[in-house]
C-alpha cells in the first residue's frame, strides 16, 4: 500500500552491515548506562533492598526513555528523512521518480516512512528492555505503555516535518537547517504557552495544552503524573493524538503540493522560431557571446563562487531569519534572571551559551557537510578532475565561503558572551576590586569567544573532512551532524550521570568505558578509511578534553566567589581540537588528488 519505495528499503536496510553494528551499538550503550546508574543509586557495597530496586527502575527508566531516546528520535528522524529527500534532489533522481506511475503519496509516504525504518528498530530494540524494568518496580506498565506511544508519534512527527521542508526546498542545506530550526522554534513557541493563565477564555491551562504540543513535556507528564489535569484523558493520548493530526497534516500538505514544488528552478525551453540563412548565421556570429553583463571571476573561482553566487539555494535570508527568531526567544529565556528577581544561579550563564553554542555548531557544520555533498551528488565536483585547481584554493576557498555564508550563526554566541560579561561586571559589589572583577570578566570573555571561534573552525573543518572522504551523501551528513551532536549533547548525559550522586569513584568504570566510546566514534568518522597518526591522536585528545573542560567549568562554579581560572580549560580545549583542525588539513591539502580520485594512493 505505501509503494515500491518503502518496499525497496523495507527489504535492503537488513542486507547492509552496518545497520547490525548500529543496532548492537546501541543496545551496548543502553547496558553501559544501566551499569552507570546502578552504581550511582545502588552501588557494589551493599545488597539492594526493594527500595532500592525500586528507585534504581525508576530512575533508569527516566534515563533510558527521557535522556537518550526522546532526543535521539526527535534530532535524527527530522535530518535522516530531510537528508533522504535533499538527496535525490542533488543527484537529480528525484525528477525520475516524478516521472513515474507512481502516485504522489507512494513517493512522500514511501520516503518518509522508508526513512524512519532504521529509527524505528532501535525504539523497537528498546520496548523489551522497557518491559524488563518493571521487574525491578518503580515503574508501571502503563507508563511502559505510554511513553512508548510518545516516542513513537514523536519519531513520526519530526519525520514529516524533515520530509516537508526538504520537498519544499531544493538545496541540501536549507532543507536541513530549516528542520532544525523548526523544530526549536516550535519547541520554544510550545513552552512559551507554560506562561499563559489559559488558552482562549476556556479555562485551561497553559501547562496543561502544553502536555499535548511538546514531547518532553508529555513525558514528564508519563514520569510524574500531574495531580489535577483539565482534560478527562492522559496527556500521553492526547500528545499522541496531536501530533499524529499534525503528521497527517503535514505530509497531506507534502502529497498535494508535490508537484508544484518539483521540479524546481529549472528553465522552460521554448521552441526556436524558423529563421533564413542570413539570420542563422548572425546568430551562429554571436553564438559566443553570453547574455547578461559580464561578471569579472576571482583568482580564486570557488570562493567566488560561494559568495557571489546562490550555490546554496535562492532564499538563503528564509533560513536567517528562522534562526534570528529562534535566538531571540532562546535569548529571552536566557537573560531572564538578570533583570528578575529570582537571582542568579552559579551557571545562569550555560541557560544561553549552552543552547545557543549547539545550535550554531550544528548550522555550521550543516553548511560545511553540503558543501561538499551537493557538488558530488549534482556531478559538480567531477568537474574538479579536468581543471588546474590547486588543493589551497579549493580547500581554504569552501573553508572561507562556509564561513561567509554562516556569519550569521556565528556572531550570536560570540556577543551573548559580551552580554553576560557586560552585567556581570555590574553585578559586582562596589566594594570588592572593580579592578580584579574587570580583569577577570576580560579574560573569562576572551576564553570562551576564542575557544567558540576554535570549535566553529573545528566543525567547518569537518565537514569538509569527512565530505571528500565519505561517497555517500546521505552518510556524510548523518556521521558528521551525529559526531557534533553527541560531542556536545552526549558529553552532557554523561555529566547528569555523574552528578546523579555527586561520586565519581563509583562510576570511574563507566566513565572510562564513555571515554573511549567516544574515542573510537571519532576514529571511525575521522580516519575509518585511510588511517594516520595524527588523526588517531586527535582522537584521543578531543572527547578526553570536553569532559575535562565541562567537569572542571562545573567544579569552578563561574558567578560566585568560588570561580576558578578559565585559562586551563580554554588552553586544553584550543590545544586538542587546534591539532584536530591541523590532523585532517594536511591531509586534505597533501592527498586532495586521491580524495578527488584524480589519482590512487600510493600503496593501491
Excluded at 13 to 34: D, E, K, M, N, T
Excluded at 75 to 98: M, Q
Amino acid at each position: 500500500m505505501l509503494g515500491p519505495i518503502f518496499v525497496r528499503e523495507w527489504l535492503t536496510i537488513p542486507r547492509q552491515p552496518r545497520h547490525y553494528l548500529v543496532r548492537s551499538a546501541y543496545l551496548g550503550l543502553v547496558w553501559v548506562l544501566g551499569v552507570t546508574a546502578w552504581q550511582a543509586t545502588v552501588g557494589w557495597s551493599h545488597t539492594a533492598t526493594l527500595g532500592d530496586t525500586a528507585r534504581f527502575g525508576t530512575i533508569l527508566f527516566n534515563l533510558f526513555t527521557f535522556w537518550v531516546q526522546l532526543p535521539l528520535l526527535l534530532f535524527f528522524a527530522a535530518l535522516s528523512a530531510a537528508s533522504t529527500i535533499s538527496r535525490e534532489k542533488d543527484r537529480r533522481t528525484f525528477v525520475l521518480l516524478l516521472m513515474t506511475d507512481m502516485a504522489n503519496y507512494e513517493i512522500v509516504l514511501g520516503k518518509v516512512l522508508g526513512s524512519l525504518l532504521q529509527i524505528v528498530l532501535l525504539l523497537a530494540g528498546m520496548i523489551p528492555i522497557l518491559a524488563a524494568i518493571l521487574l525491578l518496580g518503580g515503574v508501571s506498565p502503563l507508563q511502559v505503555a505510554q511513553s512508548t506511544l510518545i516516542l513513537a508519534a514523536t519519531a513520526i512527527g519530526a519525520a514529516s516535518l524533515g520530509g516537508l521542508v526538504a520537498l519544499w526546498r531544493e538545496k541540501t542545506f536549507p532543507a536541513l537547517a530549516l528542520t532544525v530550526l523548526f523544530l526549536v522554534l516550535y519547541l520554544c513557541l510550545v513552552r512559551a504557552l507554560g506562561l499563559l493563565p489559559g488558552v482562549l477564555g476556556l479555562g485551561i491551562s497553559g501547562e496543561a495544552v502544553q502536555r499535548w504540543l511538546d514531547p518532553f513535556q508529555a513525558l514528564i507528564s508519563v514520569l510524574e503524573p500531574p495531580i489535577d489535569t483539565d482534560f478527562a484523558i492522559a496527556p500521553a493520548y492526547g500528545f499522541a493524538a496531536t501530533v499524529l493530526l499534525i503528521s497527517f497534516l503535514l505530509n497531506a500538505w507534502s502529497i498535494l503540493r508535490l508537484r508544484v514544488w518539483n521540479p524546481s528552478g529549472e528553465p522552460v525551453m521554448q521552441r526556436e522560431a524558423p529563421s533564413d540563412a542570413e539570420e542563422e548565421e548572425k546568430d551562429r556570429a554571436k553564438a559566443h557571446a553570453a547574455p547578461g553583463a559580464l561578471r569579472g571571476v576571482w583568482p580564486n573561482p570557488i570562493l567566488w563562487r560561494e559568495i557571489r553566487t546562490r550555490a546554496y539555494g535562492r532564499r538563503p535570508f528564509l533560513v536567517k531569519t528562522a534562526y534570528a527568531l529562534v535566538i531571540g526567544l532562546i535569548c529571552y529565556y536566557a537573560l531572564e534572571p538578570l533583570w528578575s528577581s529570582s537571582g542568579r544561579t552559579p551557571y545562569f550563564a550555560a541557560r544561553g551559551l549552552v543552547p545557543v553554542g549547539i545550535l550554531s555548531l550544528l548550522l555550521v557544520t550543516a553548511q560545511a557537510v553540503t558543501a561538499i555533498t551537493s557538488e558530488r551528488d549534482s556531478g559538480a565536483l567531477d568537474l574538479l578532475l579536468v581543471t588546474d585547481l590547486t588543493p589551497n584554493e579549493f580547500i581554504f576557498g569552501k573553508l572561507w565561503g562556509i564561513l561567509y555564508n554562516s556569519k550569521e550563526y556565528l556572531i550570536p554566541p560570540l556577543l551573548l558572551g559580551l552580554v553576560y560579561a557586560y552585567f556581570s561586571l555590574l553585578a559586582t559589589p562596589p566594594r570588592a576590586h572593580p579592578e580584579l572583577a574587570l580583569s577577570r570578566n576580560i579574560e573569562s570573555l576572551v576564553c570562551i569567544d576564542i575557544g567558540a571561534l576554535v570549535l566553529i573552525a573545528f566543525v567547518a573543518v569537518l565537514g569538509v573532512h569527512v565530505a571528500l572522504r565519505t561517497i555517500n551523501s546521505q552518510l556524510a551528513v548523518i556521521n558528521t551532524l551525529g559526531t557534533v551532536f553527541f560531542l556536545t549533547v552526549g558529553t552532557l548525559i554523561c555529566i547528569y550521570l555523574i552528578l546523579i550522586n555527586g561520586k565519581f569513584e563509583s562510576q570511574w568504570f563507566s566513565f572510562v568505558f564513555f571515554l573511549a566510546a567516544g574515542i573510537g566514534g571519532l576514529w571511525w568518522v575521522l580516519s575509518a578509511d585511510r588511517p594516520s597518526a595524527a588523526l588517531t591522536l586527535a582522537s584521543w585528545l578531543c572527547p578526553p578534553a570536553v569532559f575535562y573542560s565541562v567537569t572542571n567549568i562545573l567544579i569552578a562554579k563561574p558567578g560566585t566567589e568560588e570561580s576558578g581560572d578559565p585559562m586551563m580549560p580554554f588552553l586544553v580545549v584550543t590545544g586538542a581540537f587546534g591539532f584536530a583542525i591541523a590532523a585532517m588539513l594536511i591531509p586534505l591539502l597533501s592527498e586532495f588528488d586521491v580524495a578527488l580520485g584524480r589519482t590512487t594512493a600510493g600503496q593501491e
